[in-house]
């Protein structure tokens, strides 16, 4: 069987090597071009590229998927496509080129959290569980038929990093199960329609949704960083420059802040020297920060060259 593999990202990459470790061949991976990355703009492969070469498997790179595309990948007769973090749509025109369709692996409870960002979006809303979905695509955005699903809890101090990692077991198993099941058949798998009501939709996350609002709660802002841990990050700005908060921690208001009816954005420090921000409902304590320009540093050093931090009301 002649399988085609669509991915970019980390995700991607840990989906295709367990694949291979599940002794499901892959015929081809098709993946993004180079891409420009930090200040210097240097082209930097995708980790499902660099994998894919690693393992002595074809790569084919496509800044879009048009006609020439299409017919590259038409020449090649693939009996399978699978999909997983692609981050493109496939063309019907594409779609109807597979034998048996095409399987797209996605980290979330379909039809909930359709769309590109699954992970950040159910950390950001704060669920409490999520899960993987494999599904036959269609024309539309994660809208095919279910084949398999599996529940994951979400544990409340989750990152994205930990939650993508928890997901990979559950979508690997599920998906290596589906296809297995396709190559001893040789039919297409068995599915069930989508509920559209209960549709729910996630966007795509840009450098800017880092910006943190301090009129929004604790919970919702370390949410925020939970989401964003891996990128866009969040931040704030301390005399006109950007200040990004890489690890923090929820700290509710007690007895031994003296100020309880704290300010919004303020920089508070209390009896154990905990360098703190004041929010509606509490407070967050920062344990790690980076100034634009300045390397990450523990909040006690950033304190030792920046001493009028504390009373600072962050906008």
Known sequence: MKIFFFGAPHFSKEILQSLLENDIPIDTVVTHPNQPVGRKKQLVPTPTKIFALENNITVKEFHKLDDVAIEDIREAQPDLFIVASYGTILPTKLLSLAKFGALNVHPSLLPKLRGASPIQTALLDGLSETGTTIMLMDAGMDTGNIIKQEKLAIKPNATYPELEKQLLEPSTKLLSFVVKDITKTNKAPLSKKQNNSEATYTKIIKKQDG??????????????????????????????????????????????????????????????????????????????????????????????????FIGTILK
């Open 211 to 308: 910006l943190i609002d301090w009129n929004k709660s604790a919970q919702e802002i370390y949410n925020q960083w939970r989401a964003f841990y891996n990128w866009p990050k969040i931040y704030t700005f301390y005399n006109n420059q950007k200040l990004t908060l890489t690890e923090i921690e929820l700290f509710a208001k007690n007895d031994i802040m003296e100020d309880k009816n704290s300010v919004t954005g303020k920089i508070y420090s209390n009896g154990k020297k905990d360098l703190l921000i004041g929010l509606s409902d509490g407070f967050i304590k920062i344990n790690r920060l980076q100034l634009s320009g300045k390397n990450e540093m523990s909040a006690k050093d950033f304190l030792n060259g920046q001493s009028n």
